[in-house]
């Protein structure tokens, strides 16, 4: 049963442009929910993070949005540039292990 | 760069031999994390090790084995491999055995034939 569901999994975005990526979850218990960003043939990194009392996070070109009570969170990428072209995976950590979601495939075009 | 590195980096096995892959933690975490992440999926939770004991297992069957050293460091052992079991294997490094930040290495790429 997939506990964290991702979508899409795919998604095409003009350079400048804003990147959208969107997760649901199903279990009430977590700690945190952190995003990663995964590159070809490397492991994922970890690219920013947040607890469930907080309702937004920004760093940089990242923002986590977070809905506690629509059990969402969302990425969005601001000003998208070719070099965040990778996959994007959000996570779920209860306890001592992360869910991921399926991932979305992100390309974004000069 | 996460500090966690990994080996070795490709692998390649038979079906039903047996493989053991390595994983050094970042400095400062104690916590050592194993996932398998198969082609085009998301990472899977195998185990966690936290100060020398398995600390919470996935869905995976007992062939797949750990050990976590004093150093912090573990590996990962799985016997009598399937072909099922290609995959990028990826450890991560975190602190305090739960609700921290996980940090992952390179991964190591398996491919079982």
């Known amino acids: 049963q997939q506990q964290v569901k991702q979508s899409p999994q795919s998604l095409i975005v003009q350079k400048g442009g804003i990147s959208i990526i969107n997760c649901a979850y199903e279990?009430?218990?977590?700690?945190?929910f952190p995003w990663y960003q995964q590159f070809p043939g490397k492991g994922p990194a970890l690219l920013i993070a947040i607890r469930p009392d907080v309702s937004e996070k920004k760093e940089g070109r990242f923002t986590i949005s977070f809905n506690k009570s629509a059990k969402q969170f969302s990425l969005h990428i601001m000003d998208s540039q070719p070099g965040d072209s990778a996959t994007y995976f959000c996570?779920?950590?209860?306890?001592?292990?992360?869910?991921f979601g399926g991932g979305t495939r992100l390309m974004v075009k000069p | 760069e996460t500090g966690v590195t990994q080996s070795p980096t490709h692998l390649i096995k038979t079906r039903g031999q047996q493989v053991t892959l390595r994983c050094s933690s970042q400095?400062?975490?104690?916590?050592v994390s194993w996932y398998q992440q198969a082609l085009g999926q998301g990472p899977q939770f195998i185990f966690q090790?936290?100060?020398?004991?398995?600390?919470g297992r996935g869905n995976f069957p007992p062939r797949f084995s750990g050990l976590q050293f004093p150093n912090y460091s573990s590996e990962l052992n799985v016997n009598a491999l399937e072909l099922d079991d290609s995959a990028l294997y990826l450890c991560?490094?975190?602190?305090?055995?739960?609700?921290?930040?996980?940090?992952f290495g390179p991964g190591t790429r398996l491919t079982v034939t």
């Open positions: 996570a779920r950590n209860a306890g001592n292990m992360l869910t």
């Open positions: 279990n009430t218990a977590f700690d945190y």
């Open positions: 090790y936290y100060r020398e004991e398995e600390n």
């Open positions: 991560a490094s975190s602190w305090g055995g739960r609700g921290n930040e996980q940090y």
């Open positions: 400095s400062g975490h104690n916590t």
